[in-house]
């Protein structure tokens, strides 16, 4: 479409009359003759003897070739003077600066030019108005399809940043996150916590009750992780059946709260499989004012150290004979 609108301006622009300037000069130079000629003839009409004229048919015969003459001299001036109006009138046409109904008014001589030229020129604009509806469809097809493209682009990243097992944030999410939060918080004085969260006696799970039962477990208390959080806190799988919980904005005592909460969750939770001993949580937890190395490497680091002293008591516990019952007799 294009390509013919280009072929068309084209055409346009080749028909348009040249006028050079040896042409010009031909012109005057004819009309230079006819008007010495003419004029020549009113000398020899006016003194000639009268004798010379039979009648005064002779005369007006004579006048009507003088006419003549003068208006065959004055008619290619009116021609040039027309061609270059139209050439004018017809780039500014072009240009959208002058109305097509504006080239009706030339003289009918010029008539069959003049239609060619309007019906050139409409094309041309039927043209350019076909291309702007389709440059305005390819637009909106290339906006909508890049805002889907902007929405898959988006979930594929969501995807990327999340465990596919339990749903919670992934352990590349934490090492991207955790650095940012850290800097943040210390450029702010804003309190920040970290727990660490390990299920106790889950490989005698899995062992026992299969892989399945596994997965179920570690979904169970992600979901319990999640209802029991806050909405600006995140929680990421750190791998295995290892979490992480970032408490940004959470001052010690009640990231302590928090931990014991999820210790009683994790009881009631591990004491469904019916297991000896029953799958629990242990939980460490550390603050960023409470570590040597404020960095995100030295809170996992503090937060691990509690998690495996609480983790061995645990285990301690639950290794420990039963009391032995005293007889009385």
């Known amino acids: 479409m294009t390509d013919s609108l280009r072929t068309q301006e084209v055409v346009l622009a080749q028909s348009q009359p040249p006028l050079s300037d040896k042409r010009q000069i031909c012109f005057s130079a004819i009309a230079l003759v006819k008007a010495l000629a003419a004029l020549g003839l009113l000398i020899l009409i006016a003194c000639a003897p009268s004798h010379y004229w039979g009648s005064g048919l002779e005369a007006l015969l004579a006048g009507i070739l003088l006419a003549s003459i003068l208006w065959t001299g004055a008619r290619p001036h009116k021609l040039k003077s027309e061609m270059n109006r139209l ?17 009706s008014e030339f003289d009918a001589a010029l008539s069959p030019l003049v239609d060619a030229y309007q019906e050139l020129l409409r094309d041309i604009r039927r043209e350019r108005s076909r291309i702007a509806e389709l440059q305005d469809e390819i637009r909106q097809r290339i906006a909508s399809r890049t805002e889907a493209l902007e929405r898959t682009i988006g979930a594929l990243r969501q995807q990327a940043a999340k465990d596919g097992l339990t749903g919670l944030l992934n352990r590349r999410t934490l090492d991207t996150y ?40 570690l979904k169970s208390v992600a979901q319990l992780i999640r209802s029991t959080i806050r909405e600006t806190d995140l929680a990421f799988r750190n791998g295995g059946d290892e979490f992480v919980i970032v408490l940004e904005g959470c001052p010690s005592e009640t990231a302590r709260v928090l931990a014991d909460r999820l210790n009683s969750l994790g009881d009631a939770l591990g004491r469904t499989f019916r297991l000896t001993p029953p799958p629990a949580l242990s939980v460490g937890m550390t603050s960023l004012a409470e570590v040597k190395d404020p960095t995100a490497s030295g809170l996992l680091q503090q937060a691990d150290a509690a998690l495996y002293q609480i983790k061995a008591a645990h285990h301690a516990a639950a290794d420990a004979p039963p009391p032995r019952s005293r007889r009385i007799g």
Do not use: W, Y
């Open 87 to 103: 050439r004018e009138l017809v780039g500014e046409i072009r240009h959208g600066r002058e109305p097509i109904e504006l080239l």
């Open 178 to 217: 955790l650095p940012d939060a850290v800097e943040r918080c210390r450029g702010s004085s804003t309190p920040l916590c970290v727990l660490t969260v390990d299920i106790d006696h889950f490989k005698p799970l899995n062992d026992t009750l299969g892989h399945a039962a596994g997965d179920q477990m």
